[in-house]
């Protein structure tokens, strides 16, 4: 089969799907504002997503407390620098696990 031929059997094969298509010209528009909605959702998101000063601005600040709703205190969460041995022991626990 040649590249032409492929492309009539190809083109014989859509023009059923074009057809209905072009008798309902508003699903393809419905596909279209679908995408275009997504796509300003994606921008939406972008404002509010974190930067990197964020995430080393709060390295900085008081840490994270875990606290009951009648006033008990939990837990405390703060930011812990770890030696080069402790990090190499994690990673390598992280990669031996199934």
Same mark, same amino acid.
């Given at each position: 089969?040649?590249?032409?031929?492929?492309?009539?059997?190809?083109?014989?094969?859509?023009?059923?799907?074009?057809?209905?298509?072009?008798?309902?010209?508003? *699903?393809?528009?419905?596909?279209?504002?679908?995408?275009?909605?997504?796509?300003?959702?994606?921008?939406?998101?972008?404002?509010?997503?974190?930067?990197?000063?964020?995430?080393?601005?709060? *390295?900085?600040?008081?840490?994270?407390?875990?606290?009951?709703?009648?006033?008990?205190?939990?837990?405390?969460?703060?930011?812990?620098?770890?030696?080069?041995?402790?990090?190499?022991?994690?990673?390598?626990?992280?990669?031996?696990?199934?």
């Amino acid at each position: 089969m040649s590249f032409p031929a492929f492309l009539r059997t190809r083109w014989t094969a859509l023009q059923p799907a074009m057809a209905r298509v072009l008798r309902r010209p508003e *699903k393809l528009l419905s596909l279209h504002s679908l995408l275009w909605a997504l796509m300003a959702g994606g921008l939406v998101l972008i404002p509010f997503t974190p930067g990197i000063r964020d995430s080393r601005k709060a *390295k900085t600040e008081q840490p994270a407390q875990l606290v009951a709703a009648d006033g008990k205190f939990f837990a405390e969460y703060r930011w812990v620098k770890l030696g080069p041995g402790l990090a190499a022991h994690g990673v390598g626990a992280a990669d031996a696990c199934p």
